[in-house]
């Protein structure tokens, strides 16, 4: 609390330099000479505290022992105050010397907002900055902390990975500022920035970031969101997309003893099905098509499987919290433990994970040198469950049993037989249950991030500070896979074995020092310049992969049994705050960063903003306004960079292995070779000007408040990927600077306290976001009579090569790229026609279209909390106009041709097949584009406090159910699917949860 105080400055000593710089002083007859010593409610002293006369500009501050003497008139009132304290008024008529203890002002401190480098005050904010506290987080089982705030920022969208157990989530602020580089933003906890990388071990794919996974939500006291440029440019080249700020749980100096405990315990179930045809419908399907003959007839079975009731289960997690906080004489600590063991609904999927976390902060030196050390670690212990299986589950035929006689050799599962060989048929469906308990994959994930950050308040000038933060952030996962020998999977080869590991090392050094001066009557300046290095390093080890027996033979030896990359960051900083009569604000910032990846001409990159603010309800004719309780004008532009998403290396000459279907053969061993690798010397900053203009308003004693935005986000340099000319590198396609992109949109924020009184409460929030990006540049010829049509991406199942998605000029990237599917009068899609689009004659790839977007033009979010007595009620809800997704479940299965599979085995398929009745897959058809706009409750709590069940001790009980409904015409698993490209998505789950907290 005392670090928050002086990372203020102290608001109000500026008046008091003013007084001391100027020597302003009372002459009056009666004047006379008065001191005293200012302390705090534990006896400490106050530096710095302003004391003033009421009525006049005469005043002086506290010294280092909190002392101060001031020539005042006889019957004078001082007016003493200090940020983060209750203001006093004392009247001094027949006293001269006075011990005045100032009472901590929590309002006060409530209203301090972390940002880069410091906080300041909500009213004194100049960029687009939404901060969010414990009270406001998202309730329920909460497995990873973006789940917090799901819902409650307008213009950030939280979107699941899946239900998979410890799975993460795609954040976006403001949309994408990029298309092949880092879209993530950056995370930064207490003061730390930390590996927005994939950690090997954080997913099955391993290829999921999901930087958040190993940090517990319970240790999260606040998130700070800074949104425009004015507000992110002091992180320079990594704040393109926005910053999250993190700041844990800590103890205060002075607070008593304080234990605190909590256990959540939830079951989860699935919310929603694929609808596939039951075992009856299936039979009658085969038998029926017009296109079956008697084999297939006969593979039909007499079972009646529901395959994915097989592989789903009812999952159980408990997250059980232990934390102790309070303050040891002049140490204030936090230690706390959490335990959570989470199953996936999904059979076999699990993840454990334990975390630690410390805190002291003690105050050294009259409280001028004040220390912060944090220290967090975590072990994951995960159970993957073989994400295979839900495809599985949606082809296998139901008419198929689990287990049967005369599959001994398969450990008694069913299984498709290839007749010429007696091995499995490698073409089929595999058992979705053989898949589960065929497969061993396990990972141990250990990550640790901590920092100590000293700051030193200058003994001989106490408005100067020197703030050194030492951080750390390091990881290590590694894995194992097995897959049995009698699993379908790897059944020629004898089964499977397999490992990796993975070492992260992430090290921070910071240095900046901040001055704070009043320079006249109502100007306060404040400065702060600062130095950062940051060395990131990723050592990944390969293993060979060997048959499972235990005989180690070979089955694939690694390219590289050991290999690190490196990359360091180097930066020059600085920010001015000006405030001129609490009315007129202006923050500027410049960051200078000079990163590895880019050659020695493109090393470095500017990054500037500036911001004005003018809170117009301290006008004095805004005073006139009854009801109104802040009015602020916010403008700001700057630019930020961006150099996640490229390689350490890639402007360096280099040579690489070759893939392993290049090698070459030398006797009756096959060799890879060293090759030239592509390069891009001249590849540099992307680079992102963004303009923001805001207005935050309250009304009534700010019951009614909230904010409007508008920014507009420009991106240069942009990183493409694109196509070369033979010869002209090693490489046919490699990333460039070319291109630009837009970004725009507008947020509206909105916040009622409908009733507030001793029995009643009723606060209500809401937000709304509409975002438009478009890509304005992509090639050196975007003119009419360019050939170049984009940049293909979203791959797809069901053929190779396939992509459905396109990033084109004029067009929002990403855009479905497919054919115009065709109808007949009774609302059927016609099978392989669609328009002619090019008006040639000739369907072919001119006849593609653009068609519409996978983001959506409008999300927003609605939450409520409501009192009564010891109960309350809170939920959230979300919803998100205007975004489609691409079926492929449906595309890739929902034709007779899978059904009556050519190689001699049967596939199930949807019942989407009885609206269109196609036989061969359509995949490029855009019937299978479909609006996915939807309404989603996240979740309905409910709570009570049993506050005089026992003294002393805070117990409350909660009931809350996670992913209570979702509305939206969109026919698949769900129509919030990242990417917009609907392919086995692991469903989320739909969860019932109780908790318990108790404090004492």
């Not at 959490?338 to 976390?357: E, H, W």
């Not at 900083?573 to 590895?596: C, F, H, P, Q, V």
């Not at 009643?760 to 050196?780: A, E, P, V, Y």
Request: aromatic letters at 10%; glycine letters at 10%.
């Amino acid at each position: 609390m005392k670090k928050k105080r002086t990372n203020e400055n102290l608001r109000r000593v500026c008046t008091a330099l003013l007084c001391l710089c100027t020597g302003w002083s009372v002459f009056a007859q009666d004047a006379r000479n008065i001191g005293g010593v200012i302390v705090d409610e534990h006896n400490e002293t106050v530096v710095g505290a302003t004391v003033l006369v009421k009525g006049s500009m005469t005043g002086t501050i506290s010294k280092f022992d909190g002392t101060f003497t001031l020539e005042v008139p006889e019957n004078a009132t001082l007016v003493v105050s200090y940020v983060g304290y209750i203001t006093q008024e004392i009247p001094v008529s027949g006293v001269s010397d006075l011990r005045i203890v100032l009472k901590e002002n929590a309002q006060v401190l409530d209203d301090l907002v972390v940002i880069g480098y410091g906080s300041v005050k909500k009213d004194d904010l100049t960029g687009s900055v939404t901060a969010i506290g414990e009270k406001d987080f998202r309730k329920g089982t909460t497995a990873t902390p973006a789940e917090l705030i799901s819902g409650k920022v307008a213009g950030v969208q939280i979107i699941s990975n899946g239900g998979q157990a410890g799975a993460g989530s795609r954040i976006r602020i403001r949309g994408g500022a990029s298309l092949n580089a880092g879209n993530d933003p950056l995370i930064v906890i207490d003061g730390v920035p930390v590996d927005n990388g994939d950690i090997l071990g954080a997913s099955n794919s391993l290829n999921v970031s999901n930087p958040l996974s190993t940090i517990n939500p319970n240790d999260i006291e606040s998130m700070n969101i800074l949104k425009d440029a004015s507000a992110t440019a002091i992180y320079g080249s990594r704040a393109s997309n926005g910053v999250i700020l993190i700041t844990t749980k800590k103890g205060v100096k002075g607070q008593t003893l304080r234990v605190a405990a909590s256990s959540q315990n939830s079951v989860a179930i699935v919310a929603q099905r694929i609808d596939v045809m039951s075992a009856d419908e299936f039979r009658e399907a085969v038998r029926s098509n017009p296109f079956t003959d008697q084999r297939y007839i006969d593979m039909l079975g007499t079972a009646n499987t529901d395959w994915q009731k097989e592989i789903f289960r009812a999952a159980f997690t408990t997250d059980n919290n232990l934390n102790v906080s309070g303050s040891v004489k002049n140490l204030p600590f936090r230690v706390s433990a959490g335990v959570i063991s989470q199953d996936g609904i999904l059979k076999t999927d699990n993840m454990k994970r334990t975390t630690a976390s410390i805190n002291i902060s003690p105050s050294l030196w009259d409280n001028h040198l004040n220390i912060s050390l944090n220290l967090k670690g975590s072990f994951s212990h995960i159970q993957f469950g073989n994400k295979d299986a839900i495809g599985a589950a949606l082809r296998m035929d139901p008419t198929k049993p689990v287990t049967a006689d005369g599959f001994d050799n398969f450990n008694g599962f069913w299984t498709w037989m290839d007749g010429n060989t007696g091995n499995p048929n490698a073409l089929a469906s595999k058992n979705p249950v053989a898949l589960l308990r065929g497969k061993n994959d396990k990972a141990d994930i250990l990550r640790s991030i901590g920092n100590v950050q000293f700051d030193y308040k200058m003994h001989f000038l106490p408005e100067l500070r020197a703030n050194l933060n030492l951080g750390y952030d390091v990881s290590e996962g590694d894995g194992k896979i097995a897959v049995q020998p009698w699993s379908s999977d790897k059944y020629i080869q004898g089964g499977e074995r397999s490992k990796y590991q993975q070492n992260k090392q992430n090290l921070l050094l910071e240095f900046y020092l901040n001055y704070l001066a009043a320079i006249a009557t109502d100007h306060r300046l404040e400065v702060m310049a600062g130095y950062t290095y940051q060395d990131r390093q990723t050592t990944k080890h390969e293993y060979a992969i060997t048959d499972f027996s235990g005989s180690n033979e070979v089955i694939a030896a690694p390219a590289f049994p050991k290999f690190t990359m490196q990359n360091t960051l180097v930066s020059f900083y600085g920010r001015i705050n000006y405030n001129m009569k609490e009315r007129y604000l202006l923050t500027a910032t410049l960051r200078r960063d000079g990163s590895s990846r880019f050659g020695a001409d493109n090393r470095w990159g500017l990054f500037p903003s500036i911001a004005l603010a003018w809170r117009i309800s301290e006008e004095n004719f805004a005073k006139s306004f009854e009801n109104l309780s802040s009015l602020k004008l916010r403008v700001g532009y700057g630019v930020t960079g961006q150099q996640d998403g490229i390689g350490d290396y890639d402007h360096i000459a280099r040579y690489d292995y070759s893939d392993p279907t290049a090698q070459v053969q030398f006797g009756n061993n096959f060799y890879q070779l060293w090759r030239p690798a592509g390069y891009a010397p001249d590849r540099k900053w992307e680079q992102t000007a963004t303009t923001n203009a805001g207005l935050d308003w309250g009304f009534a004693g700010n019951r009614i408040s909230g904010s409007v935005d508008y920014y507009y986000k420009h991106t240069t340099d942009l990183l493409n990927e694109v196509p070369l000319p033979m010869g002209s590198n090693f490489t046919n396609k490699i990333v460039k600077n070319i291109g630009s992109l837009d970004n725009q949109g507008i947020e509206i924020n909105l916040n009622v306290v409908a009733l507030d009184t001793e029995k009643l409460g009723l606060n209500i929030g809401f937000n709304l976001t509409h975002n438009r990006t478009k890509i304005t540049k992509l090639s050196m010829n975007d003119g009419p009579d360019t050939d170049y049509v984009g940049a293909p991406v979203g791959g797809i199942t069901g053929g190779t090569g396939n992509t459905v998605q396109i990033h084109s000029v004029g067009h929002a990237p990403s855009m479905f790229y497919l054919y115009k599917q065709l109808y007949a009068p009774d609302g059927m899609p016609i099978e392989g026609a669609y328009a002619d689009l090019s008006d040639d004659g000739v369907i072919n790839e001119k006849d593609l279209y653009r068609y519409k977007s996978p983001e959506p033009d409008v999300f927003m979010g609605f939450n409520f909390n409501f009192r009564y007595m010891q109960w309350t009620l809170s939920s959230s809800l979300r919803a998100s106009i205007g975004n489609y997704m691409y079926n492929n479940v449906f595309s890739d299965a929902g034709n007779y041709s899978q059904v009556l599979n050519p190689n001699n085995n049967l596939l199930n398929t949807v019942t989407d097949i009885r609206n269109t009745g196609f036989f061969n897959r359509e995949l490029l058809s855009d019937y299978y584009v479909s609006n996915a706009s939807f309404l989603k409750m996240d979740y309905v709590s409910l709570s009570y406090d049993f506050d005089k069940l026992i003294k002393k001790v805070n117990i409350r009980a909660t009931f809350t159910v996670q992913n209570v409904f979702v509305v939206t015409k969109y026919e698949g698993i769900d129509p919030e699917i990242a990417g917009g490209i609907d392919n086995n998505f692991y469903p989320n789950p739909r969860t019932f949860g109780i908790g318990i907290n108790i404090g004492f």
